[in-house]
């Protein structure tokens, strides 16, 4: 075993990832299994993947739990800025990519291992973000990626792992499923083109209650605190808003983006919790934050998400960016009442001790008792200098 060569493998026991732990073992590698649950799996999932990493010839398996990990270092991110994709999609799947590529290289790092082997191809985004991550934090261990570097196909993965004597049903199923905590994306033969939808079929949820259904949601600075009163940690609060919306099949939409490889790319998700906490949130930041903080939270929301989305999380922007997110928050409290019905939500309002819509002030298109009509008059007057001036000065141009 001494002369064997150490390699850790980001191991889902999906087909890709059996490849490269049959091959490598049969190389001379000394194959150590790590998978990062991230929300995605159960503990009956976790002992099933660890039987079957076994079979594949690793010399040992280990399962990290970083859904809380996942939590404080993006998730929270994300909900502070009110992140989706192209005002759409939020993150889901790259999000935890980024958080299993720390835990696996921190993992590497602490067995001295001298290899890392994931299982992605050369056409998509997950390879970005894995070897941008590996090679900063660990450019001293060597990367091997048998997918992309043998160009293989699915079959041809199969054909090896049967004639080694590994046959655990690898038939493709119709769709390709990824879940997490922040959501579950959804791949098959439609997204695969422009125009058709995925079927309902599809979705892992089905709709199963049809009686709307009031959810009040407590912030505080920011985050996530309760759920109809009940207080909890955020991640499970998350989980919770996860299961309840599934049932009303809330959350389900076709995102299309660019990819970082150059390429545009279409998936399916169900991510409930998600959106219901976005939209819950950012309604509560419209009534406690001023005009300017809006903005300016907007496109930097928009940066940090593409950063992520591309990999770019190690990069020290992203801490700069994470503490103006943080900062921001800082009124940010409040109860937001939700609705939810099958296969939608809505939000009826919120109550805050810090709402700007504090009535002493006036309320807008009906009266005013912070200023007078003669002070109103001269603050439009000043205001509108500038545009008549420039009338006046090009009236003849």
């Known amino acids: 075993m001494k002369n064997l060569k150490k390699l850790v493998i980001a191991y889902s026991g999906g087909l890709d990832t059996s490849y490269c732990a049959v091959s ?30 076994y079979k594949m010839g690793v010399s040992t398996y280990k399962n990290i739990e970083a859904v809380a990990i ?17 005002n759409t999609y939020p993150l889901s799947v790259s999000a935890e990519r980024i958080v299993q590529a720390i835990e696996i290289i921190e993992y590497a790092k602490s067995i001295n291992a001298k ?54 049903d690898w038939e493709k199923a119709k769709y390709s499923i990824n879940k997490g905590l922040w959501g579950t994306s959804v791949g098959g033969d439609e997204t695969l083109t422009s125009h058709l939808a995925l079927p309902d079929s599809a979705y892992p949820s089905q709709l199963k209650l049809k009686t709307p259904e009031n959810v009040t949601l407590t912030f505080m600075k920011g985050e996530l605190t309760a ?49 219901i906490i976005v939209k819950a949130h950012h309604l509560l930041e419209k009534h406690t934050l001023t005009k300017w903080q809006l903005q300016h939270k907007d496109y930097l929301s928009n940066f940090y998400g593409m950063h ?85 000065v090009n009236s003849n141009a």
């Open 24 to 53: 490598l073992s049969k190389q001379g590698y000394e194959i150590h299994a790590v998978s990062v649950n991230t929300g995605g799996f159960s503990k009956g999932d976790i002992k099933t993947i660890e039987k079957n990493a």
């Open 70 to 86: 996942f939590y404080q270092k993006v998730v929270k991110y994300l909900i502070y800025g009110n992140v989706l994709k192209n």
């Open 115 to 168: 290899f890392i082997a994931h299982g992605s191809t050369g056409a998509g985004n997950d390879q970005v973000r894995f070897d941008m991550i590996f090679q900063t934090l660990a450019p001293e261990i060597e990367i091997v990626t048998p997918i992309r570097d043998q160009n293989l196909t699915r079959q041809e993965e199969i054909s090896y792992l049967k004639a080694n004597g590994i046959d655990l």
């Open 227 to 275: 759920v109809d009163g009940l207080e909890n940690a955020t991640e499970v609060l998350i989980q919770k808003l996860n299961d309840l919306g599934s049932k009303y099949a809330i959350g389900r939409d076709t995102h299309v983006g660019d990819t970082i490889v150059g390429i545009k790319g279409r998936v399916g998700f169900e991510a409930p919790a998600a959106l």
């Open 308 to 392: 992520l989305h591309e990999g770019q999380y190690l990069d020290p922007v992203m801490r700069d960016m994470e503490a103006f997110l943080t900062s921001s928050q800082s009124s940010v409290s409040g109860i937001v009442e939700v609705v939810l019905k099958p296969y939608h939500f809505s939000i009826n309002g919120v109550k805050s001790p810090n709402d700007l819509m504090n009535a002493k002030f006036g309320s807008y298109g009906e009266v005013n008792s912070g200023w007078t009509a003669e002070e109103a008059k001269g603050f439009i007057k000043i205001n509108g200098n500038q545009n008549k001036i420039h009338q006046q």
